[in-house]
């Protein structure tokens, strides 16, 4: 009996030339790595060595690899802003990477040999099919007590009411740990002093199981030990790991970034700021806002009324030359409630609850069954 040939096997299709990958740069043993990596991936990119070269790729690629050799000329070219670009540099030791990360636009810093894994499964994710990335969004106080940290509740609280799948990180280690803020504390789950010292890339599912919970909610907090510097790369694997099949991340967001939290700023599509109505936190505001700007294009203001000098939000808005996404009324008893671990927010015709619904129509994250 003849057996019948074999089926032959189904190819997987190329993607047309211009949706590839695209890598940049001029260091021989830098492109050798960028395309070891992309190969392990099972994805073929555009390499090209020089800016005026990337353009006609530049716009549709899924991923942009710039080398830490090929900034200024991207730069000096005027490429567009986009979202998907990663710097890449060998050299650890080099403390402009970040400034030039920032000219740049690049939404993450990577440094091989550490940065391998990380980047095998960003050039995966980036040509999958249908993939889903959570959008982020920072909160920070234009000054001390200004109330980002109940926002920044309060918008995750909003997004879970709408069914939609969303996680918190605390990026501010001096805060004090967001996990009280919502009554946690004592639950089980890793915080960030635990992830400090990870390397590569953390698998979502792992961080997904290994981090407190409220309800559905998944929080990434600080302990009440020293605070711990966290690596710009490890803050760039959280949020990685954290985006993937999400969709709302919110950062709560220090008054002062370290290099850590200016990755958190880069990645956010949106900054808020909340400001109160008073003369000396327009002022605070304003230097806040100078330096979230450098990270991040869309800045917007929440106000909180009222102010001792009756000053009133359109009056922010004109003196730091933002637009206002919302205004925040006084609640009687939040201080309290955060006190006993109340989250803030919860109230559903609360202040905070109606300005984080505002938000989140702006962000189009309408509720999961209207979205589908």
């Given at each position: 009996?003849?057996?019948?040939?074999?089926?032959?096997?189904l190819?997987?299709?190329?993607?047309?030339?211009?949706?590839?990958?695209?890598?940049?740069?001029?260091?021989?043993?830098?492109?050798?790595?960028v395309?070891?990596?992309?190969?392990?991936?099972g994805?073929?990119?555009?390499?090209?060595v020089?800016?005026?070269?990337?353009?006609?790729?530049?716009?549709n690629?899924?991923?942009?690899?710039?080398?830490?050799d090929?900034?200024?000329?991207?730069?000096?070219?005027?490429?567009?802003?986009?979202?998907?670009?990663?710097?890449?540099?060998?050299d650890?030791?080099?403390?402009?990477?970040?400034e030039a990360?920032?000219?740049?636009g690049?939404?993450?810093v990577a440094?091989?040999?550490?940065?391998?894994?990380?980047?095998?499964?960003?050039?995966a994710?980036?040509?999958?099919?249908?993939?889903?990335?959570?959008?982020?969004v920072?909160?920070?106080g234009?000054?001390?007590?200004?109330?980002?940290?109940?926002?920044?509740?309060?918008?995750?609280l909003?997004?879970l009411?709408?069914?939609?799948?969303?996680?918190?990180?605390?990026?501010?280690?001096?805060?004090?740990?967001?996990?009280?803020?919502?009554?946690?504390?004592?639950?089980?789950?890793?915080?960030?002093?635990?992830?400090?010292?990870?390397?590569?890339?953390?698998?979502?599912?792992?961080?997904?199981?290994?981090?407190?919970?409220?309800?559905d909610?998944?929080?990434?907090?600080?302990?009440r030990t020293?605070?711990?510097?966290?690596?710009?790369?490890?803050?760039?694997?959280?949020?990685?790991s954290?985006?993937?099949?999400?969709?709302?991340?919110?950062?709560d967001?220090?008054?002062?970034?370290?290099?850590?939290a200016?990755?958190a700023?880069?990645?956010a599509?949106?900054?808020?700021?909340?400001?109160?109505a008073?003369?000396?936190?327009?002022?605070?505001a304003?230097r806040?806002?100078?330096?979230?700007?450098?990270?991040?294009?869309?800045?917007?203001?929440?106000?909180?009324?009222?102010?001792?000098?009756?000053?009133?939000?359109?009056?922010?808005?004109?003196?730091?030359?933002?637009?206002?996404?919302?205004?925040?009324?006084?609640?009687?008893?939040?201080a309290?409630g955060?006190?006993?671990?109340?989250?803030?927010?919860?109230?559903?015709?609360?202040?905070?609850?109606?300005?984080?619904?505002?938000?989140?129509?702006?962000?189009?994250?309408?509720?999961?069954?209207?979205?589908?």
């Amino acid at each position: 009996m003849t057996s019948a040939p074999p089926a032959p096997a189904l190819a997987v299709p190329e993607p047309e030339p211009s949706l590839r990958p695209l890598t940049i740069t001029d260091d021989p043993q830098l492109l050798d790595n960028v395309l070891r990596l992309a190969a392990a991936a099972g994805v073929t990119v555009n390499a090209v060595v020089d800016a005026h070269l990337a353009r006609r790729y530049w716009n549709n690629a899924p991923l942009v690899v710039v080398g830490a050799d090929r900034v200024a000329s991207c730069v000096a070219a005027g490429l567009p802003r986009r979202p998907g670009v990663v710097l890449l540099s060998s050299d650890l030791d080099d403390g402009g990477v970040w400034e030039a990360a920032v000219r740049l636009g690049a939404e993450h810093v990577a440094f091989l040999p550490d940065a391998e894994d990380w980047l095998v499964e960003a050039f995966a994710t980036a040509t999958e099919p249908n993939q889903r990335r959570a959008t982020v969004v920072g909160v920070i106080g234009g000054r001390g007590g200004a109330g980002a940290t109940s926002l920044a509740i309060a918008l995750t609280l909003a997004s879970l009411r709408r069914d939609l799948s969303t996680v918190l990180v605390d990026a501010d280690p001096l805060g004090g740990g967001i996990d009280l803020a919502l009554g946690i504390e004592d639950r089980p789950g890793m915080r960030w002093p635990d992830l400090a010292a990870t390397r590569g890339r953390t698998p979502r599912r792992l961080l997904a199981e290994s981090l407190p919970c409220l309800g559905d909610l998944a929080v990434l907090s600080w302990d009440r030990t020293s605070p711990t510097a966290i690596p710009p790369a490890v803050m760039t694997s959280m949020l990685t790991s954290a985006r993937r099949g999400k969709d709302l991340l919110v950062v709560d967001l220090p008054r002062f970034p370290d290099q850590a939290a200016a990755i958190a700023m880069q990645v956010a599509e949106m900054i808020i700021v909340v400001v109160p109505a008073e003369v000396r936190a327009i002022a605070a505001a304003g230097r806040i806002c100078d330096t979230a700007n450098r990270h991040c294009s869309d800045l917007r203001l929440v106000v909180r009324l009222p102010g001792p000098a009756r000053l009133d939000a359109e009056a922010v808005s004109d003196a730091l030359a933002l637009p206002v996404a919302g205004v925040l009324r006084h609640e009687s008893g939040l201080a309290t409630g955060l006190e006993r671990g109340e989250p803030p927010g919860s109230r559903r015709r609360s202040s905070l609850a109606r300005v984080s619904g505002r938000i989140l129509n702006e962000l189009g994250l309408a509720h999961a069954d209207v979205a589908a």
